[in-house]
């Protein structure tokens, strides 16, 4: 180990100069979570059935068997990985038979998140993962990941690893070994607040955490021998007050167990801004510390769901270029009120201002497509009415169109798009409404689709390419006469431009 480089947080990066290995606590946590040995649980099982071997003695055998290949297999893949982090480079080592090494060039590195499962916390342990944007190159996973090094060693690879990726896209002609400048004091961009807990049970992903959780217990109560079940008898639904009584008991462990999942996935949220570098750190079972590079943030997205718009509520994402999970990681304030989202978003990039609304055609079109499955019911409910005097599928119908029409103004007035004098925005959705805010930077391409009614009626719909989240956005329905001026204020004059026109 040679001497350090001097790095914004004002801490050295000592380099390593040989391969290093994990903690060998790891193990355990590996032993236990049979991280290794589930691949081969499937397997086992078969063999134990055919044999025919029954009995409590068996089971027992079984996990013993099972807990020693776990111990086995958790040794031997600790022993035979490595990790390196160099100058220049990323270097994962790891296989038994078949030894595979991953290289990963500084530059080619997106962020890093350095998470502490319960379980890790327990063994004083992290998990750093190095987002490294190369998945689609080698087929398999945009991260390295190097997991179970002590927290003090998690730090020191993620402070050398982030220091080496700056120097390494340096302009040209800056000293790499020179000490890079000291940079602003942190800045706190965002805190999570308790009471926006409240949100959470209007928010599906986490109303999803306690039907999660009962769909587990109801499946580990199936899989008990059946002495050990409890015997208990349901409640008597026929019974209006027990109904009533059941369906209350029920919505309020929902909403509780929904708050609960937001805290333990929020707990403790602080965004900040530390030199070049926005800084999230979240979570209370699983504490994780994600980083991202501001030159790399390429826009952001205000998502905003059914409920969460009755409230004012919204959420943010960062559009980070070559981010892996980016709904995860790029997670910039998870959950909150309106005015505190489009304020952090406003700090990620320049509003472009108000959204203009698309034409009256495209209201047209979105109350056709939001009635037109109640009509083809109705119209097949009005053939089966007539001759056999069944009314249900009629019923259906009429409802289907009269909730249609609802349907049909809100994704109209969910559509929108801006242009300013260096981002744009569009907006569309209706259960989850998401406006995306872009730099101009971020384009690098856009692509035109009109259906045959769209022709007909005059509109189109344009998708910005971008290099980062989901890969486009699309200003659904425009009028298709403001197609070229919308993409040249959005991107430059390149996106309307003759090819005769075009450098090169």
Known sequence: MTGGEATDLGQAAPEVSA??????????????????????????????????????????????????????????????????????????????????????????????????????????????????????????????????????????????????????????????????????????????????????????????????????????????????????????????????????????????????GAAVVNWGFRLVRRGGSLVAVRGLLTRRHTELEVDRVRGGTLAEGLGMRLVRAARVNALVTGLGAANR???????????????????????????????PAARRRALVRAVGSGLLVTAAGTVLFLPTGFWGVLAAGVVLTVLGVPLGRGRYASLGHATGPRSFSVRSGLLVREQAVLQRRAVVGWQVRQTLFQRRAGLATVVACVGAGSGGYAAVDMAAADVAAFTEAASGRWATAPPADLPG
């Open 19 to 260: 391969p290093r290995r994990t903690s060998p606590l790891i193990v355990l946590v590996h032993t236990v979570t049979f991280r290794q040995a589930r691949q081969v649980v499937p397997a086992a099982i078969p063999v134990v059935a055919a044999v025919g071997a029954d009995g409590a003695g068996v089971v027992v055998a079984l996990v013993v068997a099972v807990t020693a290949l776990s111990l086995l297999f958790a040794a031997l893949t600790w022993w035979r990985s490595t990790y390196l982090d160099t100058a220049s480079s990323v270097v994962l080592t790891r296989g038994l038979l078949a030894r595979s090494v991953r290289t990963v060039p500084n530059d080619r590195i997106r962020g890093v998140e350095v998470e502490a499962p319960a379980l890790h916390r327990l063994f004083g342990l992290v998990r750093v993962r190095i987002d490294a944007a190369a998945g689609t190159m080698t087929g398999g996973d945009e991260e390295v990941v190097v997991d179970g090094v002590p927290r003090a060693e998690g730090d020191r690879l993620r402070t050398s690893v982030l220091t080496h990726r700056r120097a390494a896209v340096a302009p040209a002609g800056t000293d790499p070994s020179a000490p890079l400048p000291e940079g602003p004091a942190e800045e706190e961009l965002a805190r999570f607040d308790r009471r926006w807990l409240l949100y959470a049970p209007l928010v599906a992903s986490y109303l999803a955490v306690p039907l999660a959780a009962v769909g587990a217990l109801s499946r580990l109560l199936q899989e008990l021998p059946r002495a050990l079940r409890p015997d208990l008898d349901g409640p008597d639904l026929t019974d209006v007050r027990v109904l009533v009584v059941t369906a209350v008991v029920a919505l309020l462990l929902l909403t509780l167990g929904a708050v609960a």
């Open 329 to 359: 990681r790029g997670q910039l304030f998870p959950l909150g009120p309106r005015t505190e989202a489009v304020r952090l978003l406003g700090v990620l990039v320049d509003d472009p201002g108000p959204l203009a609304p698309h034409p």
